[in-house]
């Protein structure tokens, strides 16, 4: 079975500065991995996905994420951090044979921005 | 493209009163999920559909739960009876090959 574990429920960095989101997965076959961002009272947007291609992941807003099968993670990051990066962060995996991919959520963090 | 649209936005109703959610999918996209997000459980996937067929609903909590998925294009998710724990907001995503879209969710509150 698939799990997403994101450690950490709440970060907060100084704008300007490095953002690290943390995500480890497990997953019993190749994974794709996924990260989607929630604005207040919005939907998930996608920031960025993994699908066995390139480990580095470039995602859109200046956001990018590598993929670290012996450490099973997936974190992500972005080198500057901006007020406007302030929303929930969710890490996601998706597993199965064929196109049965259903993705797992994990339970988001809460990136703060301070001026 | 639209994206997927999901209505009502925002749906306050008595416990004890049916409630149905819609969602329309992208044009063309083979899957479909009904997500329900809660501050306690997070994101949860409550069903999906595959070509309009419900492949998997062993997330559904209870029966009062149902989802029906009449054409390639609807899918409803209904309530009945709705109870004060149902209170959440419901997503629905379509998706192509690896592509998964989101609509802007539906506020529910059972009062």
Not at chain 1, 63 to 90: G, I, N, Q, V
Not at chain 2, 49 to 70: L, T, Y
Request: proline fraction near 5%; include cysteine.
């Amino acid at each position: 079975a698939q799990s997403v574990t994101q450690l950490g429920s709440h970060v907060s960095v100084s704008e300007g500065a490095l953002v690290l989101l943390r995500c480890n997965y497990s997953s019993s076959v190749p994974p794709y991995l996924f990260w989607y961002v929630q604005y207040p009272n919005q939907g998930l947007q996608l920031l960025l996905k993994y699908t066995s291609a390139a480990t580095l992941v470039k995602g859109i807003n200046g956001f990018e994420a590598e993929f670290k099968k012996s450490e099973t993670s997936f974190h992500l990051t972005k080198p500057s951090a901006h007020m406007r990066d302030a929303a929930e962060y969710f890490c996601a995996v998706s597993e199965g044979s064929g196109s049965a991919r259903q993705l797992t959520f994990g339970s988001g963090t809460q990136l703060t921005v301070l001026p | 493209d639209a994206g997927v649209i999901q209505s009502p936005r925002h749906e306050v109703t008595e416990m004890g009163q049916e409630v149905t959610l819609r969602c329309k999918p992208i044009s063309g996209h083979d899957y479909l999920f009904w997500y329900r997000q809660t501050m306690m459980r997070g994101l949860e996937l409550l069903i999906y559909f595959n070509n309009n067929v419900p492949i998997d609903d062993s997330g559904m909590p209870e029966d009062r739960f149902s989802a029906k998925m009449p054409n390639a294009s609807f899918s409803t998710l209904k309530i009945q009876p709705s109870e004060p724990r149902d209170s959440a907001v419901y997503f629905c995503a379509s998706r192509l090959d690896r592509g998964y879209t989101f609509g802007s969710g539906t506020r529910l509150t059972v009062v």
